[in-house]
Each structure stands twice: as structure tokens, then as C-alpha cells.
């Protein structure tokens, strides 16, 4: 059985290789799915849309992180709970799958290499920051999505133009 493969978008076979996976770097980025349930992995499964951020052409894919749950990994869940407004810091609370979707926040993603030898991009140990993280400041965001007093400061200012110099 013959099907279709459309590899026009590369240029080396390397470009391929890079091809499906996200590139490195620091982005803008939405909940849109939080699986706690055990249900197919032994681990939460996060998918994270890619808003904005520092890597071009990176925006509308996704990025799905897996978490896992145990005691040496808790304080990466609740990095990322805090980083995307779930919970406080000092808060102690059951976080359920509501409580993260549609949340916005940053996270940091670099290639790691897995003890098997393959090289994958994750986000890093600590790569979660809120929307407001001074340390974010010039990471690019969806304009859309910023909180509606800052969306007003980057706008262009328009002057009126009294017509007096026609």
C-alpha cells in the first residue's frame, strides 16, 4: 500500500530529524490538557500550546510534558502549579484537572539527553515562571492574552492630526 510523504519543508535529512520536535527555548504557553488520571502512563500528562515565545515558527504546536509523582518529584508539580496560578505559594490544596486548564504561563524547554541515548526536548527541572516573572519580561507573549492594562500600554499611540500643515 503506497501513501503520500511530504518532506518539501526540508532541506537535509538533519533538518528532518528536527523536524517534529520543539525547538529550544523560553515560551508563552496555555493548559489545554492535564491527565491525572493513571489511566495509559503512571504519570501526569500535561500538553502545553505554544502561544508565543523566543524560538520563531514555534507558535500553534504543542508540547505534551509527563510528571511524574513521587516524592523526589513533587517540588516540579508544585512549580508548575504556582508558575500557572493553580495555587499559592504557602497554599495547600488538591489541584484537580480544572484548576490547571486554560492556565497561561511560561516554561523553558532544552534538549535532554534520556539514558537510553536518545535526545529529546524537555522543559527543564525549574522552567516554569508566571505570567507576571520579572525574569520574563522580554520573552514575547500573545498580546491577546496579557492582562488587559498591559495589552493597553503596547499599543501604538496614535496622535489626531488637526489637518493644519494641508
Given at each position: 500500500?503506497?501513501?503520500?510523504?511530504?518532506?518539501?519543508?526540508?532541506?537535509?535529512?538533519?533538518?528532518?530529524?528536527?523536524?517534529?520536535?520543539?525547538?529550544?527555548?523560553?515560551?508563552?504557553?496555555?493548559?489545554?490538557?492535564?491527565?491525572?488520571?493513571?489511566?495509559?502512563?503512571?504519570?501526569?500528562?500535561?500538553?502545553?500550546?505554544?502561544?508565543?515565545?523566543?524560538?520563531?515558527?514555534?507558535?500553534?504546536?504543542q508540547?505534551?510534558?509527563?510528571?511524574?509523582?513521587?516524592?523526589?518529584?513533587?517540588?516540579?508539580?508544585?512549580?508548575?502549579?504556582?508558575?500557572?496560578?493553580?495555587?499559592?505559594?504557602?497554599?495547600?490544596?488538591d489541584?484537580?484537572?480544572?484548576?490547571?486548564?486554560?492556565?497561561?504561563?511560561?516554561?523553558?524547554?532544552?534538549k535532554?539527553?534520556?539514558?537510553?541515548?536518545?535526545?529529546?526536548?524537555?522543559?527543564?527541572?525549574?522552567?516554569?515562571?508566571?505570567?507576571?516573572?520579572?525574569?520574563?519580561?522580554?520573552?514575547?507573549?500573545?498580546?491577546?492574552?496579557?492582562?488587559?492594562?498591559?495589552?493597553?500600554?503596547?499599543?501604538?499611540?496614535?496622535?489626531?492630526?488637526?489637518?493644519?500643515?494641508?
Amino acid at each position: 500500500m503506497a501513501f503520500e510523504i511530504d518532506a518539501s519543508a526540508f532541506d537535509t535529512e538533519d533538518q528532518a530529524r528536527e523536524g517534529g520536535r520543539m525547538q529550544p527555548g523560553t515560551y508563552h504557553v496555555r493548559v489545554t490538557g492535564w491527565d491525572d488520571s493513571f489511566e495509559r502512563f503512571d504519570k501526569i500528562v500535561a500538553t502545553f500550546d505554544i502561544l508565543a515565545g523566543t524560538t520563531p515558527e514555534q507558535e500553534g504546536r504543542q508540547h505534551i510534558e509527563y510528571f511524574a509523582v513521587s516524592e523526589k518529584a513533587m517540588p516540579r508539580l508544585v512549580m508548575v502549579t504556582i508558575a500557572a496560578g493553580a495555587i499559592k505559594p504557602g497554599e495547600v490544596k488538591d489541584v484537580q484537572p480544572g484548576d490547571m486548564l486554560g492556565r497561561e504561563l511560561f516554561i523553558v524547554l532544552d534538549k535532554q539527553k534520556a539514558k537510553d541515548g536518545k535526545v529529546y526536548t524537555n522543559i527543564t527541572w525549574d522552567g516554569f515562571y508566571s505570567m507576571d516573572h520579572p525574569d520574563m519580561a522580554s520573552v514575547p507573549q500573545l498580546i491577546e492574552s496579557m492582562p488587559r492594562a498591559e495589552a493597553e500600554q503596547s499599543e501604538p499611540v496614535v496622535e489626531e492630526d488637526d489637518l493644519s500643515d494641508l
